[in-house]
């Protein structure tokens, strides 16, 4: 029996009815279902949400709510189906009105795995020892404590010193976060089919600063020069550490991918300039 999961964006599916269609057609094509824990007891399913047990998982909701979840699925080599309930959706998948289309081909297997390259984050102490570690599907963020003040960031390449500027901070994306927030901040656009890595700085105070793309076997140090009021080290938009002076942080290719199912052919560059349409419209 095939044991799939269920995550659900309470904000984007409100009513759980696109929650109900899934676990309706999952259960009726015999599949063993875990949901989250307000989606199991909503639906009334058994199986609260564990990602040792699954192979695969339905995602419902937008870009963020994938990656929440991208991180605990590339550990435990669950598949991700995304269903798009929210307004962009650069990751996922399905439409609303492919959810059925979608159970059939995840139960049947007629799907394609599109892998894409995560980060290795570490923020490390002034005396070496490794604080803490995560992996980010998008991006890595050192950006200011104070936000009155700029901070002083020194990028540092295999041990080389690859830029020096005072500013907002800067973003170490992957070629999936090339399009979030990296892209706000002016870092060029990548095609996620590339193993690279970029660094962006975010308003830089300078002329010269700009947007650099890394081999993905480079190993990357973000330092703080000056001794300051400390910065933030967030993943994926999650605001995860606080650095203290002497601390930095040490970013490399990790060796998690996530794996995406897609179940038809979406060319990126075509997918692109659609999205890009979307962004670009009024949320009015």
């Not at 001794?227 to 999650?238: F, I, K, T």
């Amino acid at each position: 029996m095939i044991s799939i999961g269920l995550l659900v964006n309470r904000k984007k599916d409100k009513d759980y009815e696109y929650a109900a269609q899934i676990y309706k057609a999952l259960k009726n094509a015999g599949a063993c279902v875990y949901a989250d824990e307000k989606t199991a007891e909503t639906l009334d399913i058994k199986n609260v949400l564990d990602y040792t047990k699954i192979s695969a998982v339905f995602i419902l909701g937008g870009d963020g709510t994938i990656l929440r979840a991208a991180a605990q699925c590339a550990a435990n080599n669950v598949k991700i189906m995304s269903v798009n309930l929210g307004r962009l959706g650069f990751l996922t998948e399905a439409e609303k009105p492919d959810i059925h289309n979608a159970v059939e081909c995840v139960i049947a297997g007629r799907y394609n795995i599109e892998k894409r390259l995560m980060l290795n984050v570490q923020v490390v102490s002034a005396k070496g020892e490794v604080l803490s570690a995560a992996h980010s599907l998008n991006d890595a963020v050192v950006s200011k404590k104070n936000l009155s003040r700029l901070i002083d960031i020194g990028l540092y390449v295999n041990g080389q010193l690859a830029d020096e500027f005072d500013g907002d901070g800067i973003i170490i994306s992957t070629p999936t976060g090339s399009t979030a927030y990296s892209l706000s901040a002016g870092g060029p656009i990548v095609c996620p089919k590339l193993d690279c890595m970029i660094a962006t700085p975010i308003c830089a105070h300078t002329l010269y600063s700009r947007s650099i793309v890394l081999k993905c076997s480079d190993i990357i140090h973000i330092k703080q020069k000056a001794h300051g009021e400390g910065a933030v080290l967030s993943l994926d938009g999650r605001e995860t550490t606080f650095l203290n002076s002497g601390d930095y942080v040490k970013v490399t290719k990790s060796e998690l991918y996530s794996e995406f199912i897609r179940i038809k052919e979406k060319p990126f560059y075509s997918l692109l300039r659609s999205k890009l349409a979307i962004w670009n419209e009024s949320k009015d």
